[in-house]
């Protein structure tokens, strides 16, 4: 398949302006494309993924990619699919942000590979030096307010009469369309791709590259995820979804793409990982004999951890982030603890409830069970403890344990210092020596 028989078998065509003669042009030629992120927040987080991934999958198959890190269109705020105004950062959050943001998109882009490497660029770089009267004069003239408020961008918010839409925010089409003017301009670049909200930004951009430069250009949108009940994507009860591990750890990352619907494990697998055709067609069938195992969501999830958080090359560690995170998964589903690493584990503490126990109470004939329960908060008293161990509801590392005489010893410690005890499917506690 080529790029554009990709992106519509993985459905991740919305709109395209001029469809058949795109697909020429990306048949012919390395087209150079270019998609902005503005810095909101000091990370992207996964909503932000299927653009990207859009990107990179561009130059896997030899074209030019440029990601725009919006400096200056992120001081205006988009208000493509918002129905209120924007809070306005300050410029010293705003570069704080582009600087976070910077190496998120360096790491799913090939900045070093020839001859079509990733360029990242800041749209600060060229509005700086632009007056307010100049913009006006070269920009704004080519556009036509009866034709702004025609977009569905503007339109939705004119039509809320409470909200409306304030004379700064009425502008950021005209700012997204002169990147895409001075992209091409300086970059040759050809097309802009970005979210199915992007269409009315993305079209006054061709219309403005073919007033000022006679020259045709292209916009192509992606659809934006939904989950299969029509909930918005990549928000979860804890909140938003991040890329960066310090907002979002690796293992709840991976577990957010391990609770993945079995309705829309198979869309995901095809919006969010490079794997090929058949490869996804295989592990959907093999997800359809058994959905119990979860297959395709662990598959899912090992994907995109190890596209988000690759591995940082240390020549002392024989797993991945990723890795660790699906065997801590593994973990707290009452898979084996042998073999698993120490920063593995610490994925799981990162999880659960801890709690320090005395390592002179595990010297010896140990800690009575009963009592490390209590002392886990995993029972009330002893006398429920027992009654739990009887019931053959209780877990010492993930290993069941039914006799109410047990003591808990410096051999059970895992790492020589921590404790896993487990009561029933679901709740978990480590007891930690301090």
Known sequence: MNIYEELQWRGLVSDCTDAAELQRQLAV??????????????????????????????????????????GATGSIGDPSGKTAERQLLTKDQINANVEAVRPQLARLLDFNVEPNRAFLVDNAEWTAGVSFLDFLRDIG????????????????????????????????????????????????????????????NITAGTDLIRKKLARPAWGLTLPLITKADGTKFGKTEAGTIWLDANRTSIYEFYQFWIRTDDQDVGRYLK????????????????????????????????AVCEIVHPAEGSLTSTTTPS??????????????????????????????????????????????????????????????????LEGGGIYVNNVRETNPQRALTTADLLFGKHLLLRKGKKNYTVLTVK
Not at 148 to 170: H, L, N, P, Q, W
């Open 271 to 302: 919006y969010f990982t490079f794997l090929g055709k058949e490869e996804i067609e295989e592990i959907e069938l093999r997800h359809s004999l058994k959905p119990e195992k979860r297959y395709a969501q662990e598959r899912l999830a090992m």
């Open 323 to 388: 890795m660790d995170a699906q065997i801590a998964s593994q973990i707290l589903f009452g898979g084996a603890l042998e073999g698993v690493s120490e920063s593995a584990f610490d994925d799981v503490i990162d999880q659960v409830p801890l709690y320090a126990v005395d390592p002179t109470r595990l010297a010896g004939v140990g800690l009575p069970l009963v009592e490390g329960l209590v002392l886990a908060h995993l029972c009330p008293s002893k006398g429920q403890a027992r009654r739990d």
């Open 141 to 200: 003239k080519h556009f036509s307010v009866n034709m702004m408020m025609a977009k569905e961008s503007v339109r939705a918010r004119m039509e809320d009469r409470e909200v409306g839409i304030s004379y700064t925010e009425f502008s950021y089409m005209l700012l997204q369309a002169f990147d895409f003017y001075v992209l091409a301009r300086d970059h040759n670049c050809d097309l802009q791709i970005g979210g199915s909200d992007q269409w009315g």
């Open 29 to 70: 030629r390395p087209v150079t494309l270019y998609c902005g992120f503005d810095p909101t927040a000091d990370s992207l987080h996964v909503g932000s993924l299927v653009p990207l991934l859009a990107l990179r999958r561009f130059q896997n198959a030899g074209h030019c990619p440029i990601a725009v890190a919006g």
